[in-house]
């Protein structure tokens, strides 16, 4: 039933991108419009800056363009930041929000992300809420309990009601080559799927659990294969066209 959904592909270019590359999106629309449609929903959430511009180029395509971060907050005194509305308005569709980096970069808090989920659905938006456990927490046993607690604290009421979307992203596997097994993920992801419908019913089934981590061309098809995984949020491998449309095409 959970597999049945349709799986989401989500580029997540973080810090990186100028406009020169959104050559690298015209690429990819180019290969998604020459063959057959996907049956995945491609996306790809560039930094802020290039929103709209990539939007131009992705939406006659189908890709649906994300934002990576939002304020909590709809406007206000609040320098530097950016709202959802705002992403909104710019084209995004989707908004990442405690992604592990944020998380450990500016101290995103499981609350903080919650706000931010609220604030993402409350601009007609879908948040991907992210949670993972540490190398450290791995080793010491505690990756169940961690992403519990994340899970529980982060995924906002709203989302009984309201689409929302759940990363899985064990933080020693983001950037670094390395992955769970395929037994890790599907148990963790299992679990997540198991903690959903408890608190959410049949919403909870439908809510699309992706992986992320080293998701690349070499394991997104046995990655992708696995168990209640319904996508991935994918880095390094996104910035360049030819390796996202190989893990599209996996999907
Ligand atoms: P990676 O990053 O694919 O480069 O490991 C994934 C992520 O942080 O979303």
Same mark, same amino acid.
């Given at each position: ?13 973080k810090?990186n991108?100028?406009?020169?590359s ?11 419009? %020459?063959? @057959? ?7 790809i ?12 180029? %992705?939406?006659? @395509?189908?890709?649906?363009? !994300?934002? =990576?971060?939002? *304020?909590p ?15 909104? /308005? ?6 990442i929000?405690g992604?592990?980096?944020?998380? %450990? ?5 499981d ?11 409350? @601009? ?5 809420i ?16 961690v992403?519990?607690? =994340?899970?529980a604290?982060?995924? $906002? ?9 759940? %990363?899985?992203? $064990? ?5 670094? !080559?390395?992955? $769970? ?5 599907? =148990?963790m *992801?299992?679990?997540?799927?198991? =903690?959903?419908?408890?608190?959410? +019913?049949?919403? !909870? ?9 080293s998701?690349?061309? +070499? ?6 294969a696995?168990e *209640?995984v319904?996508? +991935?949020?994918?880095g +390094? ?5 030819? /390796? ?5 095409? @996996?999907?």
């Open positions: 039933m959970a597999d049945s959904l349709t799986k989401l592909i989500a580029g997540n270019w810090m991108g100028l406009r020169a959104l050559f690298e999106v015209e690429k990819l629309a180019s290969k998604l419009t %020459a063959g @057959a449609a996907p049956r995945c929903t491609v996306a959430c560039p930094p802020a800056t290039l929103i709209a511009a990539m939007n131009q180029i %992705a939406a006659p @395509a189908g890709i649906v363009v !994300g934002a =990576q971060d939002c *304020h907050a709809a406007s206000g005194a609040h320098t530097g930041d950016l709202s959802a509305p705002m992403l909104a /308005d710019a084209g995004a569709q989707l908004v929000v992604h592990s980096e944020r998380r %450990a970069d500016h101290g995103e808090t609350e903080l992300v919650r706000q931010k989920a609220v604030s993402v659905l409350a @601009a007609g938006l879908t948040p991907i992210c949670v993972g456990e540490t190398r450290a927490e791995r080793e010491a046993g505690t990756a169940d309990a992403v519990a607690a =994340q899970l604290a982060s995924v $906002p009421d709203e989302a009984a009601d309201d689409d929302v979307v759940v %990363a899985y992203e $064990p933080v020693w596997a983001i950037g670094t !080559g390395l992955t $769970p097994t395929s037994a890790d993920i599907a =148990q *992801h299992k679990s997540l799927r198991d =903690q959903l419908v408890k608190r959410f +019913g049949a919403k !909870g089934a439908a809510i699309k659990l992706l992986y992320g981590g998701l690349k061309p +070499g394991n997104a098809r046995e990655i992708l696995i *209640h319904n996508g +991935g949020l994918i +390094g491998a996104s910035l360049l066209a030819d /390796d996202l449309f190989a893990i599209i095409s @996996a999907a």
